[in-house]
């Protein structure tokens, strides 16, 4: 495991988000998947890896950091993330109210009202549900280091491959009944702990050139991933683009060029409040 920055990270991260806002870019995107079967597929290949590859790559950050001080850990962890998640909410859910997203809101008082259910319940941006796995995951950190630690590279091989193993019964069997206990947080556990895995015993194989374009888009991932959904719509219109109706070489270029145009717009807003706010930018998202 290196003990400098891995740069490997930094280009997996920069992967993962780009996997994440395609999931939103194509899902939007209003195209056919009948029509276009073959593309649909593409897309759903790439796509699909993202949230697993975030969740991978919290593990093997979270669970190679000693914990000197449980208090401390989760101090720092949840105002690091639930502080920008509470900030860029309001910003979506205020945006949201003005289009009139909500058929229950129609003043200011009824806005305020709904917000706090509204962010429970998920219904302020869809692609909020992976605060909630994130959070439980923090949680279950300090202790799930402790029981890691003296693992072997053996041990930790063999309780991947026990949910490996699950994973495969829950897809190939999902009338057993033991399976019908199991939540979201099993099928993404054992993504946090094969994360911490490649990287504890083979992090430090191969470490590509430092980028400074993946760096940034990496360093400000997080805050992309809260805000992306407020572009992609309107760019879909001032593109003028309707996938029920465009025909397959413009289907196959949208969904991802859009992605990218998040992308960007997301981590040029990120440096901008960055150079803005040289101290309090950290609350927004931004490293």
């Known amino acids: 495991m ?4 891995n740069t490997v990270l930094d280009w997996l991260r920069a992967l993962a988000i780009l996997m994440v806002v395609t999931v939103h870019t194509w899902s939007l995107s209003h195209i056919d998947s009948t029509a276009y079967p073959v593309l649909a597929l593409c897309y759903k290949l790439f796509y699909r890896c993202g949230v697993p590859l975030f969740v991978m790559i919290s593990g ?6 000693p914990v000197s001080s449980i208090r ?26 003005i289009a009139s997203k909500y058929a229950e809101v129609h003043s200011i008082q009824d806005a305020l009202t709904h917000y706090l259910p509204y962010l429970l319940t998920n219904r302020i941006n869809e ?13 279950l950190t300090p202790f799930l280091q402790r029981a890691l630690a003296p693992c072997s590279r053996k041990g930790l091989i063999l309780i991947c491959l ?4 699950f994973l495969v019964a829950k897809a190939y ?18 993504f946090y702990i094969l994360g911490y895995l490649l990287y504890r015993e083979w992090g430090d194989v191969w470490q590509p050139r430092t980028n400074k374009v993946v760096i940034t888009v990496s360093n400000n991932s997080f805050m992309t991933y809260l805000m992306h959904m407020i572009f992609i719509t309107p760019l879909y219109m001032l593109l003028g683009f309707d996938g029920a109706q465009a025909p397959l070489w413009q289907c196959a270029l949208a969904p991802l060029s859009v992605t990218l145009i998040v992308v960007t717009l997301s981590t040029l807003i990120a440096v901008t409040l960055k150079r803005l706010l040289p101290t309090t930018h950290t609350y927004l998202g931004i490293n």
């Open 2 to 5: 290196t003990t400098g920055r």
């Open 60 to 65: 093997a950050l979270q669970l190679s950091t």
């Open 72 to 97: 401390l850990y989760y101090r720092k962890r949840y105002i690091r993330i639930l502080v920008p998640f509470i900030f860029w909410s309001i910003i979506v859910y205020a945006l949201s109210c």
């Open 127 to 139: 692609a909020y549900w992976f605060m909630g796995l994130i959070i439980v995951l923090y949680g």
């Open 162 to 165: 026990t949910w490996l193993c």
């Open 173 to 190: 069997f999902p009338s057993l009944y033991l399976l019908q206990y199991t939540s979201r947080l099993t099928h993404f556990l054992g």
